[in-house]
């Protein structure tokens, strides 16, 4: 699939297979939907989180971002995407689970790790330079660790996805869910060169599921 023509393509096969087949499904989900759980993963087009856990479409509340980020919780001037996402899918929708997948050769870590958009400007990075400096306290300790080569890579992409994990705590509404007992969050990170999924435990060790 390579440009806009594919695109539609792949509409009609999909409209005269997938969605015959599930026809019922769909009808149900034209009067509203109920996922259980949402996804805050990256943009990176080789992580599709529909694709990597098999999901049905309705199952679950995605949101997508470079680097697989969550800010903080803050009430001041901005468009807040990613919180009004997660407000959405805590408040409204009721989801009972918060999955931060991460994954292998992400871009965005990397341009955090090395460093190399931070004198960027807008249009030329600078966006991106300036989301991703939520990894700025998190590189120092990687780098300090690991340096900034394939194993600083790797512990930062661990690290980015307890970054996220930590700010969703300061969100009102989840440490209201989570201390109720009717919310929980859930991190991994996906290695797309040798399809292995790996779990954040309690312990903040990742171990393959």
């Known amino acids: 699939m390579s440009n806009f023509s594919d695109l539609i393509d792949g509409y009609y096969k999909f409209r005269g297979t997938e969605w015959l087949e599930e026809r019922e499904r769909w009808a149900e989900l034209a009067e509203g939907q ?3 759980v949402m996804i805050i993963a990256c943009s990176d087009s ?3 989180p529909a694709t990597i ?3 049905r479409p309705g199952e679950v509340f995605v ?3 470079v680097a697989n980020l969550v800010p903080p919780f803050e009430t001041g001037g901005g468009r807040h995407g990613v919180s009004a996402a997660i407000e959405f899918a805590v408040t409204k929708l009721k989801v009972e689970e918060i999955l931060v997948l991460g994954h292998g050769a992400c871009g965005g870590v990397n341009a955090a790790l090395t460093q190399s ?3 960027a400007q807008p249009g030329e990075g600078g966006f991106v330079a300036a989301w991703i400096d939520l990894l700025d306290d998190a590189r120092e300790k ?3 660790e690991h340096g900034t080569g394939p194993e600083g890579q790797k512990a930062l992409e661990q690290e980015c996805v307890k970054v996220s994990i930590e700010n969703l705590k300061t969100f009102p509404f ?3 869910g989570i201390e109720a007992g009717t919310l929980k969050l859930h991190g991994a ?3 797309i060169a040798d399809g292995k999924l790996k779990v954040m435990q309690d312990s903040g060790a990742f171990e393959a599921a």
């Open 34 to 36: 109920s996922p259980k």
């Open 46 to 48: 080789r992580v599709d």
């Open 53 to 55: 856990f098999g999901s």
């Open 63 to 65: 949101v997508r971002n």
């Open 117 to 119: 958009l931070k004198e």
């Open 142 to 144: 990687v780098v300090a």
């Open 174 to 176: 989840i440490a209201e």
């Open 189 to 191: 990170v996906f290695a």
